[in-house]
């Protein structure tokens, strides 16, 4: 073990510069690290952002977004989850609009164009992966947009008495008799937005002990040394309004803890408690589930100290808890180091003021202090400034850094990372007192139980589930094959075997647009079997719903011009706003790859039976007649033999478990056969290859599904829809009478900067005269995170 720096100062004081096991029994690190690392290793995380090009909206308007999914402990581009889930939701928690995002190395984008029977107010937008269904819904990403409906009520609203409060948060926890007690305060409004008041922290005799003023945000701490028997509270006076609160209850016994920065590269944990026999304490130290050190202190006179280089901590929100000698946690700190890397961005504008139908050129640059960064994954968008529509936060940076690891909204994010000076160190401290950590509680890691996980990653397409049913008995059926097909000319199948819950997984490939799904189990063996299919999307929700939205009437003139601009280009780009493609990179083969062999039947001769077809062509199928039904085999590869096996066969996805109806089927439909000549694996269901029927319209050719067959409408990835950017470079398009009212002037969710770290943008202003920003967003395949705002006008002719 390497030797450690140790002094004493009211007790001993541990200086920690090694990030290993210092001064602690094997019974505790086995007892807490081990559990820790277990528990680590087995609950990988997901944190989801999604940048959208503005959060005003008028109905009829489309949000355009970029999904950037990541890792929870680096902050790294993921590649676990290949789909994201985005949906606006109402302020009761109820879906309005719904998406699946293809995801690729953690990024991907979609849009929704917004409907008109959308009511006036403020929306959630949220995202999610598949995984993170595992976790409370507190851990999705949520963010406000605003979206009006002038043909109903617009939401203009004379100003309500606001609901004042304020809320308490003792350093460490709790308040302690005899024990001195730093004390958080948060004071809001009724949308939780931080306020100013003087408070006064009174006793059950109504005397004044302390006088405290909040900082930035509403926030801010105090000093007192509480006794027991005695019940405190805090008068605050708002303006002319006053509200009382009592405080949290004073213990008898107990542990409290201070952090105090000694110098720029030092902290200093104080713990003290007042049980008397108490004789040791631990100091637990980890960064977003990275353990850094357990370090062991005696208690000298109900006091134990420890020093912690900040060298040790990682960038963003270390935790700090404080056990007790039988490694029960009893205090928590949550400690911000600030980056020392981002992502840093400019964005080269050539002038501030263009007037209207003008090229606009810009280059974006990332680099990182003074080394451009290649090969960043970016989203930018140009939108109009006005009273309406604000800066969007939080950024990508301050999001990873601090939203995703605190509980509850965190007003402004972007000011604490933005500004680096005495008052921001103070208030970021203060924030670290009023918002917990929220990625998980120290009982379900030292209970040491094994993890369940009822949603599973998305790894290489969609996973949809459903359930088996008995139909006799409504009970759910153990061990029963079904079958999932997405029929069509580019069809894809999948199978599953259902648990003892009758429970289904089926790990289907990505698929695009809207489409039929068809659930079915094989009735030719038993028909007495519900499919019952699952909603994709979560039915769980976090209690933070949107602020009540009350536009001022002084913005009334500005929104009708907003209405009347969204009119218009509807009128004139409504065709435009629905075109859509698949993406670049979209594999639409079938799920069974390259066939070994494939007939185009329109290169044979054409027979009228499709018996004829397989006896006269399929030389790799044996065709036989027992009874009343026909059987295939397929021939084993570089064989004469055959399979004993039955083989799949499809019609157009779907598996056709009567070979008669293939028979039946007229020739004339079919355009192609597939044939898989060797054992093909889907899940645990295992076949003698594969006969597989392509119809020409992928309609299954006039096929007949059995009557017990679910056939539901179902939502696969989004499309692509293309975002439309008008071209005034000739002098007909520059004096065309065509009214160009767009406040969004350029969306790009797919930006990548070359191996200079530059990329070039240029794009046309409208006929919309104001203030204009360009928000760059992106991040690296390093975990490099970062922003940037530059504004521009447009002149008024």
Not at 198 to 214: A, E, K, M
Not at 452 to 463: A, I, M, N, R, S
Request: glycine share 6%.
């Amino acid at each position: 073990m390497k030797a450690i720096r140790m002094t004493r100062e009211k007790g001993a004081i541990f200086f920690l510069t090694i990030l290993f096991h210092v001064g602690v029994t094997a019974q505790t690190v086995d007892s807490v690290v081990h559990k820790f690392d277990r528990y680590s290793a087995q609950h990988l995380q997901e944190k989801v952002f999604v940048h959208t090009d503005k959060s005003f909206y008028l109905v009829g308007e489309v949000v355009w977004f970029k999904v950037y999914v990541t890792d929870a402990v680096f902050n790294k581009p993921s590649d676990i989850s290949k789909i994201s889930y985005v949906e606006i939701l109402t302020k009761d928690s109820k879906p309005v609009l719904q998406g699946k995002i293809d995801m690729n190395y953690g990024s991907g984008n979609g849009s929704f164009m917004l409907p008109s029977f959308l009511a006036t107010g403020n929306y959630t937008l949220r995202a999610y992966t598949n995984w993170m269904r595992n976790i409370p819904a507190e851990y999705y990403f949520e963010k406000s947009i605003t979206i009006v409906n002038s043909l109903k009520n617009a939401g203009f609203a004379a100003s309500n008495t606001p609901a004042l409060n304020i809320s308490f948060f003792p350093e460490g926890g709790q308040m302690v008799n005899g024990l001195p007690t730093v004390v958080a305060f948060r004071m809001t409004n009724e949308n939780g937005a931080g306020i100013n008041g003087i408070g006064y922290l009174l006793n059950q005799n109504n005397d004044t002990l302390v006088r405290f003023l909040p900082g930035h945000f509403g926030i801010g701490k105090f000093s007192f040394t509480p006794k027991k028997g005695n019940q405190y509270k805090a008068l605050v006076r708002f303006g002319d309004k006053m509200v009382i609160r009592q405080l949290p209850a004073v213990l008898d016994e107990g542990y409290v803890m201070k952090l105090s920065e000694v110098d720029t590269t030092r902290l200093k944990i104080s713990v003290n408690s007042n049980i008397p026999s108490n004789n040791s304490a631990y100091l637990f130290v980890h960064t977003r589930n990275r353990f850094k050190a357990m370090v062991q202190q005696k208690m000298v006179n109900g006091e134990a100290s420890f020093m912690v280089d900040k060298k040790m901590l990682d960038h963003g929100i270390n935790h700090l808890t404080v056990f007790n000698r039988d490694r029960q946690p009893v205090c928590e700190r949550l400690y911000f180091k600030r980056p020392s890397k981002k992502l840093d961005i400019d964005i080269g504008v050539k002038q501030t003021s263009f007037p209207q139908r003008t090229k606009v050129d810009l280059e974006v640059i990332t680099h990182q202090q003074q080394a451009n960064i290649p090969d960043a994954d970016l989203s930018v968008s140009a939108f109009l400034l006005d009273s309406l529509q604000r800066i969007d936060e939080p950024g990508i940076l301050s999001y990873l850094l601090l939203t995703s690891d605190l509980a509850g909204s965190i007003e402004s994010a972007d000011w604490y990372l933005n500004n680096n000076n005495p008052e921001s160190e103070a208030g970021i401290d203060n924030l670290m007192l009023t918002h917990g950590w929220r990625r998980f509680k120290w009982e379900e890691i030292l209970q040491d139980q094994k993890p369940y996980f009822e949603f599973l990653p998305e790894l290489e397409g969609t996973v949809v589930t459903g359930k088996v049913l008995d139909k006799r008995t409504g009970s759910p059926a153990n061990n029963i094959t079904a079958f999932l097909s997405v029929p069509g000319q580019n069809f894809q199948f999948a199978s599953a075997v259902s648990n003892s819950k009758g429970e289904l997984l089926f790990n289907v490939r990505k698929f695009y647009g809207s489409n039929e799904l068809i659930a079915q189990t094989n009735y030719m063996e038993d028909s007495n079997y519900r499919i019952d299919l699952m909603s994709p999307f979560s039915d769980k929700f976090s209690n933070h719903p949107p602020s009540q939205l009350a536009l001022a009437s002084k913005w009334k003139e500005q929104l009708q011009n907003r209405n009347l601009n969204a009119q218009v280009e509807n009128a004139y780009l409504k065709q435009v706003k629905q075109q859509f493609s698949l993406p670049v990179d979209a594999d639409t083969s079938h799920f069974y790859g390259k066939p070994d062999k494939r007939y185009y039947l329109d290169d044979y001769t054409r027979f009228t039976t499709m018996e004829e077809v397989m006896r006269e062509f399929v030389a790799e199928v044996r065709v036989r007649r027992q009874s009343a039904f026909y059987n295939f085999k397929v021939k084993r590869p570089n064989s004469l033999s055959f399979f004993d096996s039955d083989p799949l066969v499809l019609l157009d996805g779907v598996p056709v478990f009567n070979v008669n109806k293939i028979m039946e089927t007229d020739p004339l439909k079919i355009k192609k056969i597939d044939i898989i000549n060797h054992k093909y694996y889907s899940g645990s269901h295992v076949t003698d290859g594969i006969i597989s029927y392509s119809s020409y319209d992928g309609d299954l050719g006039g096929y007949k599904l059995d009557p017990n067959s679910l056939i539901v409408e179902y939502e696969g990835l989004q499309r692509e829809r293309e975002f439309y950017s008008p071209d005034y470079t000739t002098p007909e398009k520059l004096n065309s009478r065509i009214p160009d009212f767009r406040n969004v002037l350029y969306w790009s969710p797919t930006v990548k900067t070359n191996e200079t770290g530059r990329h070039n943008i240029s794009f046309f202003t409208s006929d919309v005269p104001g203030k204009y920003a360009i928000l760059v967003q992106g991040i690296t395949r390093e975990g490099l995170a970062g922003s940037k705002i530059v504004t521009f006008d447009i002149e008024d002719k």
